[in-house]
């Protein structure tokens, strides 16, 4: 996800529930350049999820007009 200030969209997103006891291991295992940053939700709730540094958009494919990274990957076969 990258958030700008203007010409934006929303995107479907899965909200998923994960232990506290747990978060540090599963951060551990997320590779570069994705992280873990806020991301606010459509109805304005602020959600931790995932975030990726601006060398991880270059050359990447905006799936902004499909709505959700599912849709691009159904469209791929």
Do not use: Y
Not at 14 to 31: K, M, R, Y
Not at 47 to 54: D, I
Not at 59 to 66: E, Y
């Amino acid at each position: 996800m990258v958030r700008v200030n203007e010409g934006g969209a929303a995107i479907d997103m899965e909200v998923w529930e994960l232990p506290a006891e747990h978060f540090g291991s599963f951060v551990d295992g997320i590779p570069a350049p994705l992280g873990i940053g806020k991301v606010k939700l459509a109805e304005g709730t602020w959600v931790s999820g995932f975030v990726c540094e601006a060398i991880g958009v270059e050359g990447g494919t905006d799936v902004t007009a499909l709505g959700s990274w599912r849709a691009w990957l159904a469209r791929q076969g």
